[in-house]
């Protein structure tokens, strides 16, 4: 699997920066079309969760018409995913500011998920990657110990390396996580045909490889053992 991306080179959580990127959303997914590639996934969440319920949906739909190709964006990722192993009451970790964090709850809400607790921890946009995974791992299981009525964690954000603390998240704590890059190739593979076992990125990516349309768990989130 090869990779080609263009970047919006966004500053800040500022909406007006939001504006800025979404206004090229579609020529860039066009330029991307002229490279061969098969999907197209756009991963701004906060510029999608600003515009509220549908956005996600309608900004996927011009960018399919324009280029003939199948897409996804990560917020749409992202619910497909909570959905698939029953995540309904949910404990999220995120780098966001406040604003931010508001919006991505209220579109959870919107699609009838219980966000029942939340931890924001307030990273600047340019200093994202120079969080560790051990801190994202640290943070995570306090939210969850916080939190044991949760079905699962959702980490948005593909600006900083949750993948790398996703396995270690679920051993420790039993639940599944749903995070940004995870959630964005399940989709893609999963319309590209593509149902290798890839091992050691948690539940999501390993299910790839039972090729199931319904969730693993029916009626309650997926468990996992300790």
Same mark, same amino acid.
């Given at each position: 699997?090869?990779?080609?991306?263009?970047?919006?080179?966004?500053?800040?959580?500022?909406?007006?920066?939001?504006?800025?990127?979404?206004?090229?959303?579609?020529?860039?997914? !066009?330029?991307?079309?002229?490279?061969?590639?098969?999907?197209?996934?756009?991963?701004?969440?906060?510029?999608? &969760?600003?515009?509220?319920?549908?956005?996600?949906?309608?900004?996927?739909?011009?960018?399919?018409?324009?280029?003939?190709?199948?897409?996804? &964006?990560?917020?749409?990722?992202?619910?497909?995913?909570?959905?698939?192993?029953? =995540? !309904?009451?949910?404990?999220?970790?995120?780098?966001?500011?406040?604003?931010?964090?508001?919006?991505? =709850?209220?579109?959870?809400?919107?699609?009838?998920?219980?966000?029942?607790?939340?931890?924001?921890?307030?990273?600047?946009?340019?200093?994202?990657?120079?969080?560790?995974?051990?801190?994202?791992?640290?943070?995570? *299981?306090?939210?969850?110990?916080?939190?044991?009525?949760?079905?699962?964690?959702?980490?948005?954000?593909?600006?900083?390396? &949750?993948? !790398?603390?996703?396995?270690?998240?679920?051993?420790?704590? *039993?639940?599944?996580?749903? &995070?940004?890059?995870?959630?964005?190739?399940?989709?893609?593979?999963?319309?590209?045909?593509?149902?290798?076992?890839?091992?050691?990125?948690?539940?999501?990516?390993?299910?790839?490889?039972?090729?199931?349309?319904?969730?693993?768990?029916?009626?309650?989130?997926?468990?996992?053992?300790?």
């Amino acid at each position: 699997v090869g990779i080609c991306a263009i970047t919006s080179n966004i500053e800040d959580w500022d909406k007006n920066e939001f504006e800025r990127a979404m206004n090229k959303v579609v020529a860039d997914a !066009k330029s991307l079309a002229t490279r061969g590639v098969d999907y197209i996934i756009f991963s701004g969440g906060p510029l999608l &969760t600003s515009r509220g319920k549908g956005a996600d949906i309608e900004l996927r739909n011009r960018i399919m018409d324009a280029t003939g190709l199948d897409a996804t &964006t990560t917020i749409t990722s992202a619910v497909q995913a909570l959905e698939y192993l029953n =995540i !309904k009451r949910v404990a999220m970790l995120s780098p966001f500011p406040q604003h931010v964090q508001r919006a991505t =709850i209220d579109f959870l809400r919107a699609h009838d998920f219980d966000v029942l607790k939340d931890d924001s921890m307030d990273i600047h946009f340019r200093a994202l990657h120079k969080v560790g995974p051990d801190e994202i791992y640290r943070r995570a *299981g306090a939210l969850l110990t916080s939190t044991p009525e949760a079905d699962g964690l959702y980490i948005p954000c593909p600006q900083w390396p &949750t993948q !790398k603390a996703v396995e270690a998240i679920e051993r420790d704590y *039993g639940k599944p996580v749903v &995070t940004c890059d995870p959630a964005d190739f399940w989709m893609a593979f999963r319309s590209l045909g593509i149902h290798d076992r890839i091992e050691n990125h948690g539940i999501l990516l390993r299910s790839l490889s039972e090729r199931r349309d319904t969730p693993p768990a029916s009626g309650a989130a997926v468990r996992l053992a300790s």
